[in-house]
């Protein structure tokens, strides 16, 4: 096994070294992969190094490489290497953070990290949560204990802007809202929720008999980063008295840093709050959380009493992670967050998350100066989206689209880097996400130079009829 270790530590660190020489995405049609891999499982062994170096050669590299520094599509993640080798150490320990009895050190070092997070938000004392699979579980669960809270109404409805991601559609869906009764409210022209559609919307449905259960905020929308009027919506939900839930998956971690702080403003009024280490803070797959601000109320929505575990119970003073949300057996996700802060220091991450910001804010820049680039939304955090549109060009959305899609498939296909597009109310976008700590600025400046070239070369010719 230390063989293989060091043979594999060798293989991840030489992967590492040679990302930016590589490409950020690679893919396989299925059949390819039918023919190599689409067999019954082997009835003998072979030997551990052969399984090791295939697995390297033939599957590990067939995927997005979201730790490329010119990795802009989606919102990507570039894990450190102490979260990396946390969760080496935490499959080979392998502690279930079910319950205290079952792992008190590791549910302990939970305890902290979630403390560290709540601090960050600058939630109270009273409020506590736990690590999660992502930002899709920690909706969930937080819309479990809102539903809860309002007493497991029916006809329960749950509201969110026409930016919000559709992970926090499925979360109601799965809490028993039905899909016509997720209302998706308006965004402004800078695509933050309408408080005045919000308002309208929970009066109508309250005249109408509905129940509302939550409201959620975006603190850095999927496609533009936005962040929601966070002051206004606590506002709101005070007086109404409904849940409000902050997704905060990728703009959470913002909060780490002077700016972030300022920018979401009214976070720590909300119910709760969910951010994915796994996006804005460096950590490899899976490290979301869910903060609620009464952590009671979690309990009371979860914990569930089993006779078979009756051995856990040690009092309130030792919480069962396991009482806080949907898992029973869980895996020991504190320990890269605690790792990668303890080895690098708060000061690193905040200079890592403001650094994805200031790149964000200079891509602006560049495209508001480019004569063929047309910004379709300023950087908000690290996200900012914009198209190929030369002034005088003449030509209409569906053209553009048109331009903007073959553009984006060459850069796909042909270009080191990789990005994603979005719809912008009905006008196809562009898109980059900056929120990798190795990123540079000639790595975002070579890009964007890159969608000019191609937009050029794929502008019908002016003059043509
Ligand atoms: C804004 C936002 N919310 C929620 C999610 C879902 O989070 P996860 O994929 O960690 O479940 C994402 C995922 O990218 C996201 O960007």
Same mark, same amino acid.
């Given at each position: 096994?230390?063989?293989?270790?060091?043979?594999?530590?060798?293989?991840?660190?030489?992967?590492?070294?040679?990302?930016?020489?590589?490409?950020?995405?690679?893919?396989?049609?299925?059949?390819?992969?039918?023919? !190599?891999?689409?067999?019954?499982? &082997?009835?003998?062994?072979?030997?551990?190094?052969?399984?090791?170096?295939?697995?390297?050669?033939?599957?590990?590299?067939?995927?997005?490489?979201?730790?490329?520094?010119?990795?802009?599509?989606?919102?990507?993640?570039? &894990?450190?290497?102490?979260?990396?080798?946390?969760?080496?150490?935490?499959?080979?320990?392998?502690?279930?953070?079910?319950?205290?009895?079952?792992?008190?050190?590791?549910?302990?070092?939970?305890?902290?990290?979630?403390?560290?997070?709540?601090?960050?938000?600058?939630?109270?004392?009273?409020?506590?949560?736990?690590?999660?699979?992502?930002?899709?579980?920690?909706?969930?669960?937080?819309?479990?204990?809102?539903?809860?809270?309002?007493?497991?109404?029916?006809?329960?409805?749950?509201?969110?802007?026409?930016?919000?991601?559709?992970?926090?559609?499925?979360?109601?869906?799965?809490?028993?809202?039905?899909?016509?009764?997720?209302?998706?409210?308006? /965004?402004?022209?800078? #695509?933050?929720?309408?408080?005045?559609?919000?308002?309208?919307?929970?009066?109508?449905?309250?005249?109408?008999? #509905?129940?509302?259960?939550?409201?959620?905020?975006?603190?850095?929308?999927?496609?533009?980063?936005?962040?929601?009027?966070?002051?206004?919506?606590?506002?709101?939900?005070?007086?109404?008295?409904?849940?409000?839930?902050?997704?905060?998956?990728?703009?959470?971690?913002?909060?780490?840093?002077?700016?972030?702080?300022?920018?979401?403003?009214?976070?720590?009024?909300?119910?709760?709050?969910?951010?994915?280490?796994?996006?804005?803070? #460096? !950590?490899?797959?899976?490290?979301?959380?869910?903060?609620?601000?009464?952590?009671?109320?979690?309990?009371?929505?979860?914990?569930? &009493?089993?006779?078979?575990?009756?051995?856990?119970?040690?009092?309130?003073?030792?919480?069962?992670?396991?009482?806080?949300?949907?898992?029973?057996?869980?895996?020991?996700?504190?320990?890269?967050?605690?790792?990668?802060? !303890?080895?690098?220091?708060?000061?690193? #991450?905040?200079?890592?998350?403001?650094?994805?910001?200031?790149?964000?804010?200079?891509?602006?820049?560049?495209?508001?100066?480019?004569?063929?680039?047309?910004?379709?939304?300023?950087?908000?955090?690290?996200?900012?989206?914009?198209?190929?549109?030369?002034?005088?060009?003449?030509?209409?959305?569906?053209?553009?689209?048109?331009?903007?899609?073959?553009?984006?498939?060459?850069?796909?296909?042909?270009?080191?880097?990789?990005? /994603?597009?979005?719809?912008?109310? !009905?006008?196809?976008?562009?898109?980059?996400?900056?929120?990798?700590?190795?990123?540079?600025?000639?790595?975002?400046?070579?890009?964007?130079?890159?969608?000019?070239?191609?937009?050029?070369?794929?502008?019908?010719?002016?003059?043509?009829?």
């Amino acid at each position: 096994m230390l063989d293989l270790a060091r043979r594999a530590a060798e293989l991840v660190v030489q992967r590492i070294e040679n990302l930016p020489d590589d490409t950020a995405w690679e893919g396989e049609f299925k059949q390819g992969l039918d023919a !190599q891999f689409m067999q019954d499982p &082997p009835e003998e062994g072979r030997p551990a190094a052969d399984v090791l170096e295939w697995a390297a050669r033939d599957i590990l590299p067939i995927a997005t490489r979201l730790d490329h520094p010119r990795c802009f599509g989606f919102i990507p993640t570039s &894990p450190t290497w102490p979260g990396v080798l946390a969760d080496f150490m935490a499959a080979g320990y392998n502690p279930n953070t079910c319950t205290w009895l079952a792992a008190s050190g590791p549910s302990h070092l939970e305890l902290v990290v979630v403390d560290w997070l709540r601090r960050w938000i600058g939630y109270p004392d009273s409020a506590g949560g736990l690590l999660t699979s992502g930002g899709s579980a920690a909706s969930l669960d937080a819309f479990v204990a809102a539903r809860e809270r309002a007493g497991h109404p029916e006809r329960a409805t749950v509201y969110m802007s026409d930016q919000s991601h559709s992970a926090q559609v499925r979360a109601a869906h799965i809490v028993g809202v039905r899909p016509e009764c997720v209302r998706r409210v308006p /965004s402004d022209g800078r #695509f933050r929720l309408d408080m005045d559609a919000l308002a309208r919307a929970v009066a109508d449905d309250r005249a109408a008999g #509905f129940n509302p259960i939550a409201i959620c905020a975006n603190a850095g929308a999927g496609s533009t980063g936005t962040i929601d009027p966070l002051e206004a919506m606590a506002d709101y939900c005070e007086a109404e008295g409904i849940w409000l839930h902050v997704d905060g998956a990728y703009g959470g971690f913002a909060a780490v840093t002077e700016r972030g702080k300022q920018l979401l403003a009214g976070i720590e009024r909300a119910d709760s709050v969910g951010m994915d280490a796994h996006k804005w803070f #460096f !950590q490899p797959y899976e490290a979301g959380c869910l903060l609620v601000k009464d952590v009671g109320r979690l309990e009371n929505a979860f914990a569930v &009493p089993h006779d078979m575990l009756q051995d856990t119970i040690w009092g309130g003073n030792h919480p069962n992670v396991s009482d806080r949300g949907l898992q029973l057996s869980r895996s020991f996700r504190a320990l890269k967050i605690w790792m990668s802060v !303890q080895t690098f220091g708060m000061a690193a #991450f905040r200079r890592a998350v403001s650094r994805g910001m200031e790149l964000a804010a200079r891509a602006e820049d560049f495209i508001r100066n480019s004569p063929n680039l047309e910004l379709l939304n300023p950087a908000s955090l690290g996200i900012v989206c914009f198209r190929i549109s030369p002034a005088g060009a003449g030509l209409d959305d569906a053209a553009l689209e048109g331009v903007n899609r073959t553009v984006l498939a060459r850069v796909f296909w042909e270009d080191r880097a990789f990005m /994603s597009s979005t719809r912008l109310r !009905q006008t196809f976008a562009l898109r980059l996400c900056i929120v990798n700590h190795t990123t540079t600025w000639d790595d975002v400046r070579e890009t964007l130079e890159t969608v000019e070239r191609f937009g050029a070369e794929a502008l019908p010719r002016m003059g043509e009829s």
